[in-house]
């Protein structure tokens, strides 16, 4: 099961582009919790620091198809950096902000979040121009499951550091971090030479290179039923976060709530390494199927269908549940790479990031008036049917075509590798021609 990440990570830069994309995003799960905690203590009120949050969030939604576009377009490095200073200062700012001016953190919030890191999908974009069949579903599997890691830990460093210090020193930690993650994942794009637009040839995705009038990604069926999708399975995903919560404030408990995340989280991790590894290409409707009954075995186990004598009893059954996570996500990333025309994928994956905002958004209010109508069960119930038409909405995703047979890699060829004379790269290849 392990030659699948044998033979991806062995694919020179996949692992470094990798690391640095993560780092370049670790910021996002933290940052909600520390603008949280800043606001409320200006002003003493939790709405208002949601209102704050939500900036962050809207701004980061509002712009994902335009840096997706500039991204196509090349330079790939500039816009991650321009993107992490602009955004470090304006976390900065945000913390040097006077307390009796806490109003203008509204717009503040909003303008830094146009500059959120591009660095999902800028490099989820990358993937099919360096990786290939079985290699590429393993990497969209490896950035699933490892992102989970981000869900877990920044938070928890998050809640730490305004623990122990203050709610502005966190920002100034996620400031720092946010443009070391900037700095690193651009001068990886620089060292694989993928900081320019793809090939144009490049066989992957439907329309290759696009030819013809070139025409909204809105107009494209089978990408609109992906975006619809997106949204529509973080909402149920957000709802259940939600959902947690409401369970342990009910209980008057709240440690229960890190117990069960990290339980769901750790789920969705095992499964993402187990489906990187499996061979073929992943069946989508399948996944979206399991990911739906995964939140549905919940229901008889929570109040006020069932009251057990602690949550703890239904850990077992949240791992389960989190196992089909981490595959449907990783199953979703690569049919839209495989989907998305060659020269527009970021473009394409900035919707997807537009759409997994709109779907955070909607997941807020929605579950919580179920929860106030119906209990935890009826927030249950909502991430349910949510996931479960997106489940339905796969039916309509089209099988990607046949990838073109792959030609030996430089490693494979006797006379080529590091040590031997440059060879004119294959054309279209780029600078990724030791891969081609």
């Not at 995903?237 to 947690?244: A, K, N, P, S, Y």
């Not at 073109?404 to 031997?420: F, K, M, Y």
């Amino acid at each position: 099961m392990l030659a699948n990440y044998r033979r991806l990570f062995a694919v020179p830069h996949v692992l470094s582009l990798l690391a640095w994309s993560l780092t370049a995003r670790f910021y996002m799960p933290g940052l909600m919790i520390a603008v949280t905690f800043l606001v409320e203590e200006w002003t003493g009120s939790y709405t208002l620091a949601g209102l704050v949050a939500g900036a962050f969030t809207l701004g980061l939604a509002l712009v994902g198809p335009l840096r997706g576009r500039m991204a196509d377009r090349g330079g790939t490095d500039r816009l991650v950096l321009v993107c992490g200073v602009v955004f470090s200062v304006g976390l900065v700012g945000l913390l040097l902000l006077p307390g009796v001016l806490w109003w203008l953190s509204v717009p503040l919030a909003l303008v830094t979040g146009l500059f959120g890191t591009p660095a999902n999908q800028v490099v989820r974009a990358l993937w099919p121009r360096l990786t290939h069949g079985a290699e590429r579903q393993a990497i969209y599997a490896a950035e699933a499951t490892t992102q989970e890691l981000l869900f877990v830990f920044s938070p928890i460093l998050t809640a730490g550091v305004v623990a122990l210090a203050g709610p502005r020193w966190a920002l100034l930690m996620l400031s720092v971090l946010a443009l070391l993650g900037a700095l690193g994942f651009a001068r990886a794009l620089r060292r694989a030479g993928v900081t320019g637009p793809a090939p144009t040839d490049d066989a992957d995705g439907a329309d290759g290179g696009e030819a013809g009038p070139r025409r909204s990604l809105l107009l494209h069926p089978a990408l609109v039923v992906l975006f619809l999708m997106c949204l529509l399975m973080v909402s149920g995903v957000m709802g259940m976060d939600l959902v947690i919560v409401a369970w342990a404030n009910e209980l008057d408990a709240p440690h229960y709530v890190m117990v069960l995340a990290s339980v769901w989280a750790l789920g969705s991790l095992v499964g993402g390494a187990i489906a990187g590894g499996l061979r073929g290409r992943p069946h989508l409707v399948r996944r979206c199927f399991g990911s739906a009954l995964g939140v549905a075995v919940l229901v008889p186990f929570v109040p006020p269908v069932t009251h057990l004598p602690t949550p703890l009893l239904i850990t077992p059954l949240l791992f389960v549940s989190g196992m089909a996570l981490a595959p449907t996500l990783a199953a979703v990333m690569g049919r839209m790479g495989d989907l998305a025309p060659a020269r527009r994928r970021a473009e394409a994956f900035g919707w997807m990031s537009t759409a997994m905002g709109t779907g955070g958004a909607v997941a807020g209010p929605l579950t919580g008036a179920l929860v106030d109508l119906m209990g935890i069960a009826g927030g249950v119930l909502s991430a349910t049917a949510l996931v479960l038409v997106a489940a339905l909405l796969s039916l309509f995703v089209p099988e990607p075509r046949s990838e073109a047979p792959r030609a030996p890699e430089a490693a494979d060829v006797p006379g080529t590798g590091r040590d031997a004379p440059r060879v004119p790269p294959v054309h279209g290849a780029g600078a990724l021609d030791e891969l081609r």
